[in-house]
């Protein structure tokens, strides 16, 4: 299977800075079949980035995601209060499907 | 407006059977494409997925989890049933179901989740 590797595990900023998360693939996923959410203590993840890099419907354009063979970034532009939370990768393109194990952005 | 909802027991004891239920609105499982994912969230740790079942029927399950797991789909009732043989301790976490526009897309709604907790 496929194993997303996320780092930094933590990444600790203040509101107003970038935020650079990344996501590496253990083995070649296409682009398309990569998605990016966020997860809200008690909450569902919510849907942000996927094909890599497209926002999906909703999500503020300081959230942007890219890739380069395997390995996949999601940059938050300036921090707003509100996004300080934890980010998963997931690839869908090869079953079975996987998630990394998360980064949490926090103040 | 799509919609889904988990219902279940909130507590079962080790070797039981535990019965999920997805209940959805604002889509159906009957058309091209679309799929209906359970994807689980032990306390504090990561996401992981568990099953699938698509619009032909089609079933994936996570192959650590394979003998354990059965999805099935109820059109006519919108609902998904995720049934896991066999629960321990380590299986307790908030179960999600989720759903999926098209194939080789993204998650792109989730139910709120519900906490199942194996103990005696």
């Known amino acids: 299977e496929v194993v997303l590797t996320q780092s930094p595990g933590t990444l600790s900023l203040s509101p107003g800075e970038r935020a650079t998360l990344s996501c590496r693939a253990s083995?070649?996923?296409?682009?398309?079949?990569l998605a990016w959410y966020q997860q809200k203590p008690g909450q569902a993840p919510r849907l942000l980035i996927y094909g890599a890099s497209i926002r999906a419907t909703g999500i503020p354009d300081r959230f942007s995601g890219s890739a380069s063979g395997t390995d996949f970034t999601l940059t938050i532009s300036r921090l707003e209060p509100e996004d300080f939370a934890v980010y998963y990768c997931?690839?869908?393109?090869?079953?079975?499907?996987?998630f990394g194990q998360g980064t949490k952005v926090e103040v | 407006q799509i919609t889904l909802k988990e219902s279940g027991p909130t507590l079962v004891k080790p070797t039981q059977t535990l019965t999920l239920t997805c209940t959805f609105s604002?889509?159906?499982?009957?058309?091209?494409?679309?799929?209906v994912a359970w994807i689980r969230q032990p306390p504090g740790k990561a996401l992981e997925w568990l099953a699938l079942v698509n619009w032909i029927d089609d079933k994936r399950y996570s192959p650590s989890l394979n003998t354990r797991l059965t999805i099935t789909k109820d059109t006519s009732k919108n609902q998904v049933v995720l049934t896991m043989t066999n629960m321990d301790p380590v299986d307790t976490a908030t179960y999600y179901c989720a759903h999926r526009p098209r194939l080789l897309r993204e998650f792109d709604f989730w139910g709120q989740g519900t906490l199942v907790t194996v103990s005696s």
């Open positions: 997931q690839q869908y393109g090869t079953s079975p499907e996987t």
């Open positions: 604002g889509f159906s499982l009957s058309t091209s494409g679309v799929a």
């Open positions: 083995q070649s996923v296409s682009s398309s079949h």
